[in-house]
């Protein structure tokens, strides 16, 4: 008898251990101990790439081929026909102004966008009560022109331990993720007030990510962090350092201009579009190169 529950004790502790394990491997990628965003998948998710798969828990874009088709353009995978306006068909809060897709006969599409700012900042609100607000939209870059103001305090969002006021939008600490706080915002970032940071990286660099440069983002440390939008691309040139991975076997690679380059591989080079600075970059999430400077 003893020996007989001896070896159901025994059972049922390894049965509670894989339970247990399996258990906190669910809730280390569901609650967010994994953090996807910074793998630059945000990235591929704004020009429309669809995921092909996952890889450690996270979405993969392995598949994803990028390409202005001749005689029209595309945005975040929507079309948009010669002549017509982006925001005429995709709706989010970039910041791209009267941007149009342009075609001659023949060629590839490519956005022409006017220069432009909201001309609007929180100073009109100098001297009002401290119950108003301007009030922005998850579909627009601008908010309303005129301030909102009521007889009572504007709600707030907590979100961790930010705190955001009515009307504005915002974006979790280390989340690729825009939100917009209302007075019904239940703290949910899947829900109806929140959805993926846009890019509009599209419009000044479709020819970049056609030629299968690489991503650049600022980054304020080595730390992890979330990677939502590049602000350049890094091409192909003479002052590459390329430091192949011949020990790893894999079949995932990252394109770079022409060149191959197996998960792993890394690159050493510089940018001089914000002050001349050491950039690196490495193959972690292809189809492209992920590239970082610091700030």
Not at 62 to 73: L, N, V
Not at 229 to 238: L, R
Not at 267 to 277: C, L, Q, V
Request: hydrophobic fraction near 25%.
């Amino acid at each position: 008898m003893k020996m007989h529950q001896l070896t159901l004790t025994t059972f049922k502790m390894k049965q509670f251990g894989v339970i247990y394990l399996l258990s906190a491997l669910y809730l280390n990628v569901v609650f967010g101990e994994k953090n996807c965003d910074d793998l630059g998948l945000n990235f591929y998710r704004s020009i429309g790439c669809k995921e092909s798969g996952k890889e450690n828990g996270c979405p993969s874009y392995d598949g994803c081929q990028y390409s202005q088709p001749i005689g029209h353009c595309t945005y975040q995978g929507q079309k948009i026909d010669k002549g017509q306006a982006v925001k005429d068909v995709v709706k989010d809060s970039s910041c791209s102004f009267g941007c149009i897709c342009t075609a001659a006969d023949g060629e590839k599409g490519s956005f022409l966008c006017a220069q432009g700012h909201c001309g609007i900042d929180e100073s009109i609100l100098f001297g009002k009560s401290p119950n108003c607000f301007l009030r922005y939209s998850l579909d627009q870059c601008c908010p309303n022109s005129e301030p909102e103001c009521a007889e009572e305090s504007p709600a707030t969002c907590k979100v961790g331990n930010e705190e955001f006021k009515e009307g504005k939008l915002f974006s979790p600490k280390d989340k690729c993720i825009t939100c917009l706080c209302t007075k019904d915002f239940d703290g949910k970032l899947d829900g109806p007030n929140c959805q993926p940071t846009p890019c509009d990286v599209e419009v000044r660099h479709s020819q970049d990510i056609e030629k299968n440069c690489a991503p650049l983002y600022f980054i304020n440390s080595k730390k992890s962090e979330a990677l939502c939008c590049p602000v350049t691309f890094v091409c192909p040139s003479k002052i590459d350092v390329i430091k192949e991975n011949d020990t790893k076997s894999t079949d995932r690679v990252c394109k770079y201009g022409l060149k191959t380059l197996k998960l792993g591989s890394t690159i050493e080079t510089e940018n001089d579009s914000y002050g001349k600075r050491k950039v690196h970059c490495e193959c972690v999430s292809p189809p492209l190169m992920t590239c970082t400077m610091s700030y």
